[in-house]
């Protein structure tokens, strides 16, 4: 059984487009989490959601837009993408609502953006 | 806010060896520090943490060590194996904030 899934595991999209990835726990884990990844493999939050609501927001453009429609999914929407935004995203949960506990990472999303 | 630097970025070893990757943290109220070993297309996975009441910690082959004075702490891998190829990262938190701040990796090649 996958414990943190996301899709898709490969995106490839022209610069200007829109696009989202999906990220689902089967942990029963409250709190939830994106990081970006870059090439030279530095790993940075960008947000994080617990229970539904926003709890971290890294100063991340307001291009990117976490939607939780429950505890369960976190999902990424990415509007007018850029060169830059190329990365590996992976999503996170932790089981904690208000400690820092073990964050379980999915397998990540390679986004390249032409 | 936190900022933690990790030292080697690259590290080559030879089968059995030991190898260690050393970590430090700015911020003193950091109390988790987790390390992650992350292998080719795939997601970081936890190997090991330590909470800041605990000094060292031991799991079979990997062991980590926490010197709170000083803000740094370290992975130990003893015996080192093939399958231990891969690239570490260590991270460090405040419990009750829900963020990890990580180190910029390691990248352990374990020669046979």
């Known amino acids: 059984d996958t414990a943190v899934s996301q899709t898709p595991k490969y995106l490839v999209t022209q610069m200007g487009n829109d696009k989202s990835i999906k990220c689902e726990q089967n942990?029963?884990?409250?709190?939830m989490y994106w990081y970006k990844q870059d090439s030279k493999k530095f790993l940075k939050i960008m947000f994080s959601y617990n229970n539904k609501e926003l709890i971290i927001n890294e100063t991340v453009p307001n291009r990117f837009s976490p939607k939780s429609p429950d505890k369960a999914h976190l999902n990424l929407h990415i509007n007018s993408l850029e060169l830059g935004d190329s990365a590996v995203y992976f999503c996170?949960?932790?089981?904690?609502?208000?400690?820092?506990?073990?964050?379980?990472f999915g397998p990540g999303t390679r986004l390249t953006v032409l | 806010g936190e900022n933690v630097e990790q030292h080697p970025s690259t590290l080559s070893v030879q089968e059995g060896d030991s190898a260690v990757i050393k970590c430090t943290y700015s911020?003193?109220?950091?109390?988790?520090f987790p390390w992650y070993k992350q292998e080719l297309g795939k997601g970081p996975q936890l190997i090991i943490d330590i909470r800041s009441n605990v000094g060292e910690k031991k799991d079979q082959r990997i062991a980590v060590t926490l010197n709170k004075t000083a803000k740094h702490f370290s992975l130990h891998i003893t015996e080192t194996q093939p399958e231990d190829s891969a690239v570490y990262f260590c991270?460090?938190?405040?419990?009750?904030?829900?963020?990890?701040?990580f180190g910029t990796g390691t990248r352990l090649l374990v020669s046979p």
């Open positions: 996170a949960s932790s089981p904690a609502g208000g400690a820092v506990d073990t964050q379980y």
């Open positions: 942990l029963g884990h409250d709190t």
């Open positions: 991270a460090a938190s405040i419990t009750g904030f829900q963020k990890l701040v």
């Open positions: 911020d003193s109220a950091s109390n988790y």
